[in-house]
């Protein structure tokens, strides 16, 4: 349907109330997706949609089956099954916008976390339309106080991310409880062969929409990445910070750990930062949204669980501190900007490893992604002076500064200083210890020739996270037919932030596969494969790399449990304790982890160092000022003498 083409609203058949509310929001014209589904489900039929994140879709099922309800039912009539808790009240919200004018409309939102004792009396009092998670829909059903003879309509949005949060089973369980004659609307951004085959079970002779990756979002978000190398990804971050100009920014990254370390430096550095995960108890998680939305925070530092679906009109750039799992990941990552035809930013940080990922998602959204440069050093001291001038000039203004100008005037008088030099000691009173300005340190061009360099087939590997290691074949490479000279090298590059390295006690020899390691830890331990990292296996040992924050029950578990028939014996890396069997490949990885420990610790005694050395110029500086301000020397003029 080209946008020609595309009806309004009110050639849709809706009823005039919704046409009313929808003339509120504001929304001109029906989406494609939407022009294309509702008049299918005011018709009743079973709708298969396909569409990217920010196409609609909410819209797309909300509007005629408000439409269809009958308000003087009290049983359900609706229900929509969504991923996550944020995403099940966004979707009620949404119901509550639509259906604004009806009276009497009452939908309820209920997802765990949250008091059952309410959910189960405002069932109890009649509502038409339930928006839930999978797991409290399911407990209310069995308990008798979520009752569905009386059901409509199903809707399931974000089916592919509720196969992947495992929620299927529940899924199916819960289509199992419905009655019949029932409609059923499917919604996914991909179509897997789960999500297929419930749709060929469940679904009645399904009018299949699918709204093509014309990168209807994409189009509006500029799109561009930073090779990490030479600055930590830090540093890059607060540059970005400084020098682009954003309303809102959601931050992607790993693990819910790194949400929260992330999150503290940049409050540290003055941003106003929350985390976003799925540890942070659901009450705050919303009104940290809520907070987002009406600009008390700026930024928020979010797992892709928790940010799912999110949409604050506000978010005007998505960095992607951590790469993403799949590039599936980053499409909905990067959805949160640009939303509903508004312009965003996308910056994705990729380190030199990470590569085949950028060429992957290049390939998947048939777009290229342009390399930035980070601003340079005289940019972000520009910016900086730009806006310590700028602070002076709005303080000025303010009525509270009359009994400071009283203090400075005495000041002025007793010591016999010129006011410039007080403001000037005032100016660095309040700089801190933190330098005003960047220094230019140059950018170490290994690093750069190391991303360069890295793996220049961008664009022909195949596309799966972690494939180097994963497809690699331990049997191409057991000692058998290779010295472990000619091995290709482990790579020793340290984890990424918010992981930590664990060494198991199987390797080649033992006929281990990446397959068999990812399997025992995914299985044993619970943890989902994509929080499991880079996989090197050795003769008689293996490295991997797991989120920092795992809890010593996993540990304790994983320790016990076998992979090819043997304990795996986990461990952190460096913690081993074990009685030396397996000789020299065990010392051998002793010493180059030491090696790396050696490297770790000089870089830190480099750092510490340089803020020594940053101590000591600060302290020389105020010194300078202080006897300036004794001496009543004249300011040096600009040029005469350089005063940093
Ligand atoms: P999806 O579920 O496909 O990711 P949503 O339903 O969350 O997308 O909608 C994305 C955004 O677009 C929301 O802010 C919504 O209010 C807005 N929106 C939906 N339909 C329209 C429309 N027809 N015109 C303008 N904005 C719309
Ligand atoms: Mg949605």
């Known amino acids: ?48 949609g ?65 008091d059952s004792r309410a959910q189960v009396r405002a069932l109890d009092r009649g509502v038409h339309v339930v928006v839930g998670t999978p797991g409290r829909v399911m407990d209310h059903i069995r308990r008798g106080k979520l009752r569905l003879s009386n059901l409509k309509a199903l809707v399931l949005d974000e089916a592919d991310e509720m196969l992947r949060m ?22 996914s951004a991909t179509m897997p062969s789960q999500i297929r085959r419930i749709a060929t079970k469940y679904l009645n002779n399904p009018e299949q929409v699918t709204i093509k990756m014309k990168t209807q979002t994409a189009s509006t978000i500029r799109q561009r990445f930073w090779p990490v190398s030479g600055v930590h990804k830090l540093d890059a971050l607060t540059r970005i910070l400084e020098a682009e100009e954003f309303d809102a920014m959601i931050i ?46 700026d930024i928020i530092v979010a797992t892709d669980v928790a940010a799912r679906g999110l949409d604050v009109p506000r978010i005007s750039h998505v960095v992607n501190y951590d790469v993403p799992h799949d590039t599936e990941s980053y499409v909905h990552r990067i959805g949160r900007t640009g939303r509903a035809g508004r312009e965003g930013d996308a910056i994705l940080f990729v380190a030199p490893r990470e590569k085949r990922m950028l060429s992957a998602i290049e390939r998947m959204t048939n777009q290229k992604i342009e390399r930035m440069e980070l601003p340079s050093t005289e940019m972000i001291n520009d910016q900086r002076i730009v806006k310590f001038k700028q602070k002076i000039t709005d303080t000025l203004a303010s009525e509270e500064i009359g009994m400071f100008r009283q203090m400075v005037e005495q000041y002025q008088d007793e010591h016999n200083v010129p006011a410039i030099e007080i403001a000037a000691v005032l100016a660095l009173l309040m700089q801190g210890e933190t330098p005003f300005l960047l220094s230019n340190k ?67 020899n033992h006929d281990v596969k990446p397959g068999n390691i990812v399997g025992a830890i995914a299985n044993e331990g619970n943890i989902d494969s994509k929080y499991i990292g880079r996989i090197n296996i050795d003769e008689n040992f293996t490295t991997v790399d797991l989120p920092n924050d795992l809890s010593r029950d996993v540990i304790t578990t994983l320790r016990k449990a076998r992979v090819a028939g043997r304990p795996m014996n986990i461990s952190p890396e460096g913690q081993v304790k074990r009685d030396d069997k397996e000789g020299a490949p065990a010392r051998r990885q002793r010493d180059s982890s030491r090696k790396e420990r050696t490297v770790e610790r000089s870089n830190e005694k480099e750092k510490t160092k340089e803020k020594t050395k940053d101590k000591l110029k600060l302290k020389k500086k105020v010194k300078k000022v202080k006897k300036k301000v004794r001496t009543n020397r004249p300011a040096p003029r600009p040029g005469s003498k350089k005063e940093d």
């Open 166 to 187: 495992g929620f299927i089973d529940d899924v199916e369980w819960i289509l199992d409880q419905t009655p019949d004659d029932r409609q059923i609307a499917l919604f």
């Open 50 to 114: 396909q569409a990217q994140t920010g196409t609609g879709k909410t819209a797309a099922f909300a509007l005629p089956l408000i439409s269809n309800l009958d308000l003087k039912e009290k049983d359900p009539q609706v229900l929509v099954l969504a991923p996550t808790r944020e995403l099940a009240i966004q979707v009620a919200e949404a119901f509550q916008t639509y259906a604004k004018h009806m009276k009497g409309f009452h939908v309820l939102p209920v997802y765990g976390g949250a």
């Open 1 to 48: 349907m080209t946008t020609e083409t595309v009806p309004a609203f009110d050639q849709l058949n809706l009823n005039e109330h919704i046409l009313k509310a929808l003339n509120d929001v504001g929304y001109e014209k029906p989406s494609p997706i939407q022009a294309e589904t509702i008049p299918l489900l005011l018709e009743g039929r079973d709708v298969l």
């Open 252 to 297: 992607f990254v790993r693990t819910k750990t790194a949400t929260t370390e992330l999150a503290d430096k940049l409050e540290a550095r003055g941003y106003a930062t929350a985390p976003l995960s799925g540890d942070i108890q659901q009450n705050q998680r919303e009104r940290t949204i809520q907070s987002l939305k009406n600009g008390k925070l």
């Open 442 to 508: 140059p950018v170490k061009s290994k690093a750069r020739d190391a991303w360069d360099n890295a793996d220049s087939s961008r664009g022909n590997r195949r596309d799966s996270r972690n494939s180097r290691d994963r497809d690699r074949s331990p049997r191409d490479r057991s000692s058998r037919d290779r010295s472990p000279r000619e091995r290709t090298p482990r790579d020793n590059s340290p984890p990424d932030a918010g992981m930590m390295r664990y060494r198991l006690e199987v390797g080649y």
